[in-house]
Every structure is written in C-alpha cells, then in structure tokens.
C-alpha cells in the first residue's frame, strides 16, 4: 500500500487546516502522526475500517476531527482552533490492525506533509 498525503500549509493561530490520505488500495485502519522539530514522532488520530473507531491524542482532542471515505481510500484530519505548537510534519500511516496503526508500528506510512501554525 502507497500513502499520498496533501493539504498542509501555513495557517494563523485558531485557523483550520484539512489534510487528505490517499492509500493505492483499501486498508482497515489508518491514521495520522506528526513530529516537530527536535521532537520524536507522536500520535495524533486513528480511525478503523468503518469510522465507528476512532481515537485521538488528548491535546487534540474536541479540536481535529479524523474521517475517512472508503469508496476513494482516503482518510481526513480536520484541524480546528489550531495552535503554533501543532505546528509538525503530519504523516498519514495505515494497516490491517487498529492497533498496529495507533501504535506507530506499520511499516506504511506517506511521505509527510507540512503545517506551519504561526502566532
């Protein structure tokens, strides 16, 4: 499976940003990572095969919100009220197994895309 993930950019303080995941093929479980400059990578959002399963880091948690559309493969984070510390490399990650995907253990993961929050 090959991940594709688009949508960062620059954004103000309590502005929104949405990034996409586009996977070369259907796959349970995906989700989203991010690591800062300095920082090792952490979790931030996970979704299982029909949306039902969802979990997030706790500081953001009430402002993202993880989706997916399985008829394009493709998995959403929608970032609300964001912050400068959110301000991270986000990468899209996928597998079979939930928990392999909120542990940051699958070997799929995009390419990473940037979103810059300034203050």
């Known amino acids: 499976v090959q991940l594709q993930a688009s949508g960062g950019g620059l954004v103000q303080a309590g502005g929104s940003l949405r990034l996409s995941c586009v996977a070369s093929g259907y796959i349970q479980s995906m989700g989203w990572f991010r690591q800062a400059p300095g920082k090792e990578r952490e979790f931030v959002a996970a979704i299982g095969w029909d949306g039902s399963a969802t979990d997030y880091q706790a500081s953001v948690k009430g402002r993202f919100a993880i989706s997916r559309d399985n008829t394009r493969n493709t998995v959403y984070l929608q970032m609300n009220s964001l912050k400068p510390e959110d301000t991270a490399v986000y990468y899209c990650?996928?597998?079979?197994?939930?928990?392999?995907?909120?542990?940051?253990?699958?070997?799929?993961w995009g390419q990473g895309t940037q979103v810059t929050v300034s203050s």
């Open positions: 990650t996928a597998a079979s197994s939930f928990r392999t995907v909120r542990s940051g253990t699958s070997t799929y």
